[in-house]
Nanobody, 124 residues
Framework: QMQLVESGGGLVQAGGSLRLSCASS????????VGWFRQAPGKEREFVSG????????DYADSVKGRFTISRDKAKNTVYLQMNSLKPEDTAVYYC?????????????????WGQGTQVTVSP
């Protein structure tokens, strides 16, 4: 069973930056595509960004393109979400998720394993 742990959330003013981390203690995490989702109060969970198993390909929701960057460090078994130019509407609980894929698979928006989430709050 994959265990994913998110960290890096917090309170930041609009225009500020945060970097979220998604880590796993399982070595097979390197064989997984990883994604970030978010859920604001009263809203459905929405896709934010994804990265392929290889790390060569990424995917972003239109609402975060140009502001967020996803990356992975396989040596640290960690995937990052760098969030810049944050807006109050980015306020949500952010979840990472993973799914085992073949090496050449593109990023996916469908995942099997989920973390517990980390709160991001952006003040005006």
């Amino acid at each position: 069973q994959m265990q994913l742990v998110e960290s890096g959330g917090g309170l930041v003013q609009a225009g500020g930056s945060l970097r979220l981390s998604c880590a796993s203690s399982r070595s097979m995490f390197s064989e997984h595509a990883v994604g970030w989702f978010r859920q604001a109060p009263g809203k459905e969970r929405e896709f934010v960004s994804g990265i392929s198993r290889s790390g060569m390909n990424t995917d972003y929701a239109d609402s975060v393109k140009g502001r967020f960057t996803i990356s992975r460090d396989k040596a640290k078994n960690t995937v990052y979400l760098q969030m810049n130019s944050l807006k109050p509407e980015d306020t949500a609980v952010y979840y990472c998720a993973s799914r085992r894929t073949i090496l050449t698979a593109p990023p996916t928006r469908t995942f099997d394993h989920w973390g517990q989430g980390t709160q991001v709050t952006v003040s005006p």
